[in-house]
């Protein structure tokens, strides 16, 4: 049985959830609790496949998965010319990273859901879209092949967007859905033209494939605009961020806190073309400083236009901007040190390990505070900072996990976010100083506007009008509750979890060798 | 709103050909072109026929939605099954476990050109009835939610 799911965990990973997913009209029919209970069982199981599959990889190298083969090791036919015509999953350091924290997310927010959503109807179709959206992950960050690598990515995106609309909020959250809707199918078909642009050139779609025949012709720079373009309107990075305030603030908070992962998986998209598809053929100076641009802009404007916001998820969107402005930094200033090895190993490699160390902890006190800000809003029924207040004297949980958030956020230690930032502030200072004072401004503008938030939610007498709000159900504390141990722990022992998980993941980006061989190593 | 008897009538005698047309597109998915996809649209499209011929009563009577959801629910199924199946018989997901076993679909494809025969493909043909089964239900359900949403008739 081990064996089994071990030989087969890439393609489990993605069945366990779609299974669960399709099966959910049908165990919905027996009533409340055996579709919460099912739904658990499918994101844990997810959960551990992902866990069990980094084990492997982390191990054991790089894992390749065959679809449709007699065996799933068997990437190139004996009889294809030496090409994999198959769809690949290429499961590296990397991808697995990705996987792992994304499917721990995933069972976290369904968990909350429980509680959260036990009220509202079409509870049928929520968890069924929860599961497709974290398939839609899961494909992202593990496949091999760009076209299914565009499948999931719609998947994603169309699962995301009726999400958002789940609680209809008169018409304002269909509204903020359609915008997400057709801004992620636009860059989808970005990424689609740029697909098309490549396979044209090289007569493959698989990643290994084109990076191993990559000449960087013009054809090959216009596809990498389009992609570059069409993954950052994904992930949200200024200037294309526009749709995350609307669509973060109008989703329930579970589904906010997903969306906080599904937009990471277009990041990891991004850094997967960057550094695995091109690679050294790149202008890796000139798309390093523009993808820094990208990050430094996302920083400051995201921080700036969260000062003033009233809505409190609006506020957090925008800090969710904000904080992934800090992730392309980081990789961006690898990306410029990639064909100089002195300074990658100086500065480069902490610079790539902080950005992709801040993606996991950004998920998880983003996913936290998301989930602090859902659960006010289900006892308040308010997202009005101006209307809160002395909600501290009966939330006292949610108060403890919102501030344990909001100091990750800022980069104060012993929490998470301030490991990764300190990777980050002492490699870009030594790449250049003046965009690391950016970044500490940036941090010290996150920590006076969750000052504000803090003092205006939580702060002064209780108000009679919430004279009889009570603390959220116990799975909701529970969900946040694991978080902020994570948050903690992360914060506690970062060079643990920086030299197993991280430092592997930012190899595995620097060594396109490596990622083509796992390809063509198989033959 | 009926439609008149003329164009009841019609509709009534084309009904059996575009279902039988839908499930002829289905199941010759892994021999001509088209497939599950295509097929499922088009007995999808006898669900249209119904709504211009009859009225909305008539139509939200005549096929209750909770069918669709049904056929949409056991196509998706019989599709990620039949994938799942493949690790059962040892090969990677989607594998293609009937192909030339000598049972259903498990004729080894002739060499050369012929007529096709349907009992060839392995599992493409059943992924091709799966995809079939969940498109029609989906759009119908899509059809009747469209139809739904239309402003009431005015009798």
Redesign the interface.
Known sequence: MMD?IMA?AP??LI?VP??GA??L??VGRLGDTPRNGWILAVTLITAIIAALLAWTVLTGGPVL????????S?AIPADSGGIPIRIIFTVDAMSAFMALFAAFVGFITCLYSVASERLSSGKDGYYALMLLLLVGILGMVTTGDLFNFFVFLEINSLAGAALVAYRIDKGVSVEAALKYGFLSTLAGLMVLYAIGLLYGQYDSLNMAVIASRMSYTMLDKVALALLIAGLALKAGAVPLHFWTPDAYSMAPAAVTAFLVVASQAGLYGLFRVLFSVYGLTLNYVTVGWAVIILGVLSMVVGVTMAIPQKDVKRLMAYHAVSQSGYMLLGVGVGLVVLGDAAAMDAFGRTAMEGGIFHIVNHAMYKGLLFLTAGAIFLQTGTRNLNKMGGLGHSMKWTMLFFIIGALAIAGIPPFNGFASKLMIYESVFAFSPVIAVIAMVVSILTLASFVKVFHAIFMGPQQPKYADVIEVPRPMLVAMGALALLTILMGIFPEQIVSTVIAPAANALIDQSAYVATVFGGV | MNMSNLVRSGANIMMPFILVYGFYIVVHGHLTPGGGFQGGAVIATAVVLLMVAYSRADVFASIPKNVLKNSETAGLLLFIGTALLALTAGIAFFGNWLLGAGSLFGTPVAFGINPGDINTGGIIPILNIAVGIEVLGAMGILLLVMLGGMKGDAE
């Open positions: 089994f087969n393609a489990l069945a779609m299974l399709f099966a009209p049908l998965y065959t679809f449709g083969a007699a065996s799933s068997d």
